[in-house]
């Protein structure tokens, strides 16, 4: 069945450090992937999305991922977060139809 | 509004009453999810509707749950004889299409749904 999994459940970082958010997949076939971001009292939005192409996507606000097919992985990175990152941020994957997401990672940033 | 509307936001029920949750989703949108995330956990997929296909009802947790949509409009997602553990916030989205195609899903803010 398809899964996804996000090891880390909440990660706390101060401001400039860099950030990696581990996503890995089980799907057997040609998948889409995502993440999604959900800032605190707003609904989900998409951050960034893997079709094709380039494995390295860039999204908004500085983020961006890595699509690694050998490793089933879509870890998601910025190299300098902010105060405003501070969110919970859903990886996703779409194999045959249905988009199924992860547990979720909370993300505090420390002024 | 231009965005996926769910009601009500918020709803307070009793162990055993049935609940309907309403959304309205983003005009010209043919894909729609419920995904039901409890607190602290995760987003949980239920039940996927994609044009007159029929729907992918795989994620509904047992035969108490329940949806509908006519059309490409509106969807209800039915509990009958609610229990504590349905408590949780219940997820609509829409999409354009299939996802495979656009690739977004645009998400409502939810129905907060309580058990005493």
């Known amino acids: 069945a398809q899964s996804v999994s996000q090891h880390n459940h909440h990660v706390i970082l101060s401001e400039a450090a860099s950030l990696e958010l581990g996503c890995n997949y089980s799907?057997?076939?040609?998948?889409?992937l995502f993440w999604y971001v959900q800032y605190p009292g707003q609904h989900l939005q998409l951050l960034l999305k893997?079709?094709?192409?380039?494995?390295l996507v860039k999204g908004i606000k500085g983020f961006e991922a890595e699509f690694i097919k050998s490793k089933f992985s879509f870890n998601l990175r910025k190299p300098s977060v902010q105060w405003s990152d501070t969110a919970e941020y859903f990886c996703?994957?779409?194999?045959?139809?249905?988009?199924?997401f992860g547990q979720g990672t909370r993300l505090t940033i420390n002024p | 509004g231009a965005g996926v509307s769910q009601s009500p936001s918020n709803k307070v029920t009793e162990k055993g009453k049935d609940v309907e949750l309403r959304c309205d989703p983003i005009?010209?949108?043919?894909?729609l999810y419920w995904y039901r995330q409890r607190l602290g956990q995760g987003l949980e997929f239920l039940i996927y509707?994609?044009?007159?296909?029929?729907?992918?009802k795989s994620g509904l947790p047992s035969d108490r749950f329940s949806a509908e949509r006519t059309g490409e409009s509106v969807s209800t997602l039915t509990i009958q004889r609610t229990q504590q553990e349905d408590s949780a916030v219940y997820l609509c989205?829409?999409?354009?299409?299939?996802?495979?195609?656009?690739?977004?899903?645009?998400f409502g803010e939810g129905s907060r749904l309580t058990v005493l």
């Open positions: 989205a829409s999409s354009l299409d299939r996802p495979l195609i656009v690739g977004e899903l645009f």
């Open positions: 799907y057997g076939g040609t998948v889409n």
């Open positions: 893997y079709f094709s192409g380039d494995p």
């Open positions: 996703a994957a779409q194999g045959a139809q249905k988009l199924v």
């Open positions: 005009s010209g949108h043919t894909a």
């Open positions: 509707f994609q044009g007159n296909s029929a729907p992918d």
